[in-house]
């Protein structure tokens, strides 16, 4: 008697544990009585009539993600394919029409992205494509909501996260992109030049200035020294043709006693025959003379005027 109650004890014992289930975080368990719907069942320690009610199955409350993959042709006649990444959950309310109402509700999101994107991207060029993506996220996303609630579906967030055009045009765009880099460069380099010659031209500009300046300067002192050696000169008595005369002898000879010192030097003096020297000698007498004449004439003549007024 006792051997023969065991076996029933013991199925007794299976019976209530599986009258017991538990239900994790952020799902929803559906439970059908002889294959009818009874109820919906949330997180935490539920319970079930034994061998008449039973779990048809369980829906996750957590916000899921289905990427979509779609190639479609633009307006330019390009290629493309992209990657709609939609981010949905189930609508706590509404588990029932979310488990009863679709078998496949993948294939029913991923129609419903392929249909919006393929009347979308038609109108749109390639770049436009790139640029106005998240318009196409937006269509996507209004378009589903229409379609998926009343499935028991809330589409949280639409997202195209890959673009990706056929592999001849990428490398024309690139082609593209880097002849643009490159007359952009090129640009910068001719406008780097441009300063550099413009800052040459002004720096050789203002060495001439200076250069000049400095000539000026050597000459007046030059000018200075020889006034001054003539008004010494005729305080001895000799007068200003002779003291000229003698001034210019001396720097002649100074002058090639300082060629005549340099061993290495290629620079030729010509004429340095003593009939030149000479010769060169009368030039600058008469050319000195000829100064001082007409010097003394404008002098006779202001004079003259200043006495008329």
Do not use: C, W
Request: proline share 2%; aromatic share 6%.
């Amino acid at each position: 008697m006792t051997y023969t109650l065991i076996p029933i004890l013991f199925l007794g014992i299976i019976i209530i544990i599986s009258s017991f289930f538990i239900v994790k975080q952020q799902t929803a368990a559906i439970i059908e009585r002889f294959g009818k719907f009874q109820s919906i069942r949330h997180s935490g320690l539920q319970l079930k009539i034994p061998l008449v009610d039973r779990i048809a199955g369980k829906l996750s409350l957590k916000i899921q993600q289905l990427d979509v993959i779609i190639e479609t042709k633009t307006l330019d006649d390009v290629f493309v394919r992209l990657k709609v990444s939609v981010q949905y959950k189930v609508i706590r309310e509404k588990v029932y029409d979310a488990f009863y109402k679709l078998d496949y509700p993948h294939d029913q999101i991923t129609s419903y992205v392929f249909d919006v994107v393929r009347a979308e991207v038609p109108k749109m060029k390639l770049d436009d494509v790139f640029v106005k993506k998240d318009d196409i996220a937006i269509a996507v996303k209004r378009e589903l909501n229409e379609a998926m609630l009343d499935y028991g579906y809330d589409i949280i967030k639409t997202l195209v996260t890959d673009i990706d055009p056929d592999a001849q045009v990428k490398e024309a765009m690139n082609r593209i992109n880097a002849s643009e880099r490159e007359k952009i460069a090129a640009q910068f380099e001719g406008d780097a030049q441009r300063i550099l010659i413009v800052e040459k031209a002004k720096a050789e500009a203002e060495s001439k200035r200076l250069q000049g300046q400095g000539i000026a300067d050597q000459r007046r002192e030059i000018a200075r020294g020889l006034e001054e050696s003539v008004e010494v000169l005729n305080k001895v008595g000799i007068n200003s043709q002779e003291a000229s005369a003698l001034i210019v002898v001396t720097q002649h000879y100074d002058t090639l006693q300082s060629i005549g010192q340099e061993t290495n030097s290629n620079l030729i003096l010509l004429p340095n025959s003593p009939q030149a020297g000479s010769q060169m000698l009368n030039d600058m007498v008469a050319s000195f003379t000829a100064s001082n004449q007409i010097g003394e004439a404008m002098k006779n003549a202001k004079k003259k005027e200043d006495d008329t007024l």
